[in-house]
T-cell receptor
Framework: GIQVEQSPPDLILQEGANSTLRCNFS?????LQWFHQNPWGQLINLFY???GTKQNGRLSATTVATERYSLLYISSSQTTDSGVYFC????????????FGAGTRLAVHP | NAGVTQTPKFQVLKTGQSMTLQCAQD?????MSWYRQDPGMGLRLIHY???????DQGEVPNGYNVSRSTTEDFPLRLLSAAPSQTSVYFC????????????FGPGTRLLVL
């Protein structure tokens, strides 16, 4: 089945720094989403981005479907950005099934 | 609007016991799903449903049963709990369409001894 790899596995930042998280996937996808899990376990949908670029405040995401990767950019990081960021994809014809990567654990220190 | 609710928050079972994890949503979403999350891993899909009376298997369905008799509720049943089922379980819902925002419940932490 499709494989999803995220890097780096861990990231430590000072408040105000920028960062880039990467998601590589092994096959064509028709659905790619980014999620944030806060330190209390709550999961929030950040982006639906099977291709192209989207921005939401300090967060933006870009997916290059032909090269099978997606990037999540966090600018001017804040302590509330801490948590785990997951990339998840669905294979063609399987958009009801999300395959998650192992995540990038981000810690933002004041 | 409560969103997606899960009960219980925490449960301890002995090997071989059965239990049902409850999930309910009040957003009239057609699509609901169950995931498990193990330490250091992403979520893995157990079962999902695209509407009342319709369920299908995800990545890791063995040992779990589901049913969907109403739009609102999607319970997950463990028929004979095993230590390998120790995990955090998340329920999620969204409207039909992969581009729709997926809403997650707060999770149920299950420990099987």
């Amino acid at each position: 089945g499709i494989q999803v790899e995220q890097s780096p596995p861990d990231l430590i930042l000072q408040e105000g720094a920028n960062s880039t998280l990467r998601c590589n996937f092994s096959d064509s996808v028709n659905n790619l989403q980014w999620f944030h899990q806060n330190p209390w376990g709550q999961l929030i949908n950040l982006f639906y981005i099977p291709s192209g670029t989207k921005q939401n405040g300090r967060l933006s995401a870009t997916t290059v479907a032909t090269e099978r990767y997606s990037l999540l950019y966090i600018s001017s990081s804040q302590t509330t950005d801490s948590g785990v960021y997951f990339c998840a994809v669905s294979p063609p014809g399987g958009y009801n099934k999300l395959i998650f990567g192992a995540g990038t654990r981000l810690a933002v220190h004041p | 609007n409560a969103g997606v609710t899960q009960t219980p928050k925490f449960q301890v079972l002995k090997t071989g016991q059965s239990m049902t994890l409850q999930c309910a949503q009040d957003m009239n979403h057609e699509y609901m799903s169950w995931y498990r999350q193990d330490p250091g891993m992403g979520l893995r899909l157990i079962h999902y449903s695209v509407g009342a009376g319709i369920t299908d298997q995800g990545e890791v369905p063995n040992g779990y049963n589901v049913s969907r008799s109403t739009t609102e509720d999607f319970p997950l049943r463990l028929l004979s709990a095993a230590p390998s089922q120790t995990s955090v379980y998340f329920c999620a819902s969204r409207e039909q369409g992969a581009q729709e925002t997926q809403y997650f419940g707060p999770g149920t932490r299950l420990l099987v001894l």
